[in-house]
């Protein structure tokens, strides 16, 4: 699979979580208060919740369900009751646009 256009840059929201569905694989796109962007599985891994209609919060993202919440770093839970991680999906900013692949996780050790 290759990279998909999301959106522009402009497009998101400072600190607010953007649903996209990138060749059937559910993502929240967020860009944080630093301005950076961030791409994670958008499926809580604790419910069948979506992460992006949740809360974030420094470089994280809050399910509303329960309060976990996922590093949008490494995708893993910093909070209970989720405890299994989401993916995070590898992010691209070509000229005024953000571009994913969904076939391409990152690999997080830490
Ligand atoms: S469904 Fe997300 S923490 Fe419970």
Do not use: N
Not at 31 to 53: F, R, V
């Amino acid at each position: 699979m290759t990279r998909e256009r999301v959106c522009a840059v402009a497009d998101l929201e400072t600190d607010t979580a953007k649903r996209v569905v990138l060749g059937g694989v559910p993502i929240a796109v967020v860009k944080d208060s630093a301005g950076d962007i961030h791409a994670i599985g958008d499926t809580c891994t604790h419910g069948d919740i979506s992460l992006s209609e949740g809360f974030v919060e420094d470089d994280t993202l809050e399910c509303w369900a329960h309060g976990s919440q996922f590093s949008l770093l490494t995708g893993k839970p910093l909070s209970l009751p989720a405890y299994e991680p989401v993916p995070v999906f590898v992010v691209e900013i070509d000229g005024d646009d953000v571009y994913i692949d969904p076939s391409q996780t990152k690999e997080v050790t830490a």
